[in-house]
């Protein structure tokens, strides 16, 4: 069965710096990889996705995620935080070619950007 | 805004009580996915529809049942209601079933089962 881990409960970036929100997981075959973000008493907001090519995309609001197949990571990156970008960040994965569609979630990271 | 809506917004119940939550999915979007989000359990899959039939099944109670409709809208029943399936109940929805198609989610339905 698939799974996701996302290490770190928490964390704390301060504005303008570059932030990074780590995401591993395991599956058979090919991943299908995602990130959405909550906003409080919010839905979730699709952020990006890899499907296959590039190994870096670029999504929405600046960020990006760069897919490592070797560490079977899928970190979400941004090189300049905002106040804005505090939230809870989800990562999800879909074994590819397995014939299913519904997403796998990590447990998510809380980000908080320090003024 | 995602253009997938749910309805209602909060519901509060007693246990053994039976609620209905409703998604519209985005406009021409065949794929209806049920989403619940509990703080023990994290985000869980619950059900998948496509077309107005069934197509998987995740974590999901016998309690609970869903239906799509020919106008594609979906339904999730919970019935004997609970104190543990208070939650946040996500729709999402996506073009067609697959694996590669992104999901859009609604903004959820929070249930309080007292």
């Known amino acids: 069965a698939q799974s996701v881990a996302q290490p770190e409960d928490q964390v704390n970036v301060a504005e303008g710096n570059p932030l990074t929100v780590k995401c591993t997981y395991s599956v058979s075959g090919n991943p299908y990889l995602f990130w959405y973000v909550q906003y409080p008493n919010r839905g979730l907001q699709f952020l990006l996705k890899?499907?296959?090519?590039?190994?870096l995309v670029k999504g929405s609001y600046g960020f990006e995620a760069e897919f490592n197949k070797s560490q079977t990571s899928f970190h979400l990156k941004k090189p300049s935080a905002l106040v804005s970008d505090s939230a809870l960040y989800f990562c999800?994965?879909?074994?590819?070619?397995?014939?299913?569609?519904?997403?796998?979630f990590g447990k998510g990271t809380k980000l908080s950007v320090i003024p | 805004d995602s253009g997938v809506t749910q309805t209602p917004k909060h519901l509060i119940t007693a246990t053994g009580q039976r609620v209905t939550l409703r998604c519209s999915p985005r406009s021409g979007d065949l794929s209806v996915y049920w989403y619940q989000q509990s703080l023990d359990q994290g985000l869980q899959f619950l059900i998948h529809?496509?077309?107005?039939?069934?197509?998987a099944k995740g974590n999901i109670l016998e309690r609970f049942s869903a239906q799509q409709f020919p106008d594609l809208h979906s339904e999730l029943n919970l019935s004997s209601l609970e104190l543990g399936d208070s939650a946040l109940y996500f729709c999402?929805?996506?073009?067609?079933?697959?694996?590669?198609?992104?999901?859009?989610f609604g903004p959820g339905t929070r249930l309080t089962v007292l």
């Open positions: 890899y499907i296959t090519g590039d190994n």
């Open positions: 999800a994965v879909i074994p590819g070619g397995a014939g299913s569609y519904q997403l796998t």
């Open positions: 999402a929805s996506s073009a067609l079933r697959g694996a590669t198609d992104t999901q859009y």
């Open positions: 529809y496509y077309n107005g039939e069934e197509r």
